[in-house]
């Protein structure tokens, strides 16, 4: 019997959006695992360059750049980041990059 005003609760958006459009879609899986890769990158050298006291431009001519590629790197949606430049930051900042191999199968984090 149902009671008049009971609603199933409905899920949050971010729930609704994944089943809609990335759900049984593993082009759009790759995509998104991708996308959040890159942002996990960027914010962690902001925040590293940020816990260090350094601005863009020092960072920079510690790592032996310019300013508009560590601006680069810091951005979400830059796709380049290379091991080697990684490699040179961490060395800047006396850090180390470490690089891990996941089960493929996982699924990624919903926002």
Do not use: W
């Not at 960027?42 to 508009?68: D, M, N, P």
């Not at 490699?87 to 990059?97: G, I, M, P, S, T």
């Amino acid at each position: 019997m149902k009671v008049a005003g009971k609603r199933k609760p409905t899920p949050d958006a971010i729930e609704i959006i994944h089943r809609r459009y990335y759900e049984g879609h593993p082009e759009r899986m790759a995509e998104l695992a991708e996308a959040e890769a890159n942002d996990t990158v960027a914010r962690k050298i902001s925040a590293l360059r940020k816990r260090a006291g350094l601005t863009q431009q020092q960072l920079a001519k510690l790592v032996g750049t310019t300013t508009s590629v560590i601006c680069r790197l810091e951005d979400a949606d830059y796709q380049g980041h290379s091991l080697t430049m990684l490699r040179r930051v961490a060395n800047a900042l006396n850090k180390r990059v470490e690089l891990r191999f996941v089960n493929a199968n996982r699924n990624p984090k919903v926002a």
